[in-house]
């Protein structure tokens, strides 16, 4: 069994900067890869960012790709999302995930996920 837990949203002003973590709980912890959604108001869970946990190899949506990096500490077993140059239409609720069966820009494909922090962003 795996746990996720998230932390790190808040309210941050245009232009800003804020750093989301989701640290992972199991008895052995050897993920494929972890990745981040999110869930804006009036929309549907979107696929953000993901990583290789072997490899360290990213992958990023068009719309935060320049803004946004993941990154990992193997030894804490956590993912990290670096957001930079925020903007409002990034206001959402983040979660993180684990586990992918394939494609892993579609939610469903993935079994494990923490509870989703708020970030809102003011103009």
């Known amino acids: 069994q795996v746990q996720l837990v998230e932390s790190g949203g808040g309210v941050v002003q245009a232009g800003g900067s804020l750093r989301l973590s989701c640290a992972a709980t199991?008895?052995?912890?050897?993920?494929?890869?972890m990745g981040w959604f999110r869930e804006a108001p009036g929309k549907g869970r979107e696929f953000v960012a993901a990583?290789?946990?072997?490899?360290?190899?990213?992958d990023f949506a068009d719309a935060v790709k320049g803004r946004f990096t993941i990154s990992r500490d193997n030894a804490k077993n956590t993912a990290y999302l670096q957001m930079n140059s925020l903007k409002p239409e990034d206001t959402a609720v983040y979660y993180c995930?684990?586990?992918?069966?394939?494609?892993?820009?579609?939610?469903?494909?993935?079994?494990?996920w923490g509870q989703g922090t708020q970030v809102t962003v003011s103009s």
């Open positions: 995930a684990t586990d992918p069966r394939g494609s892993y820009n579609v939610p469903s494909k993935w079994n494990y």
């Open positions: 199991g008895r052995t912890f050897s993920p494929y890869a």
């Open positions: 990583i290789r946990w072997s490899e360290g190899s990213t």
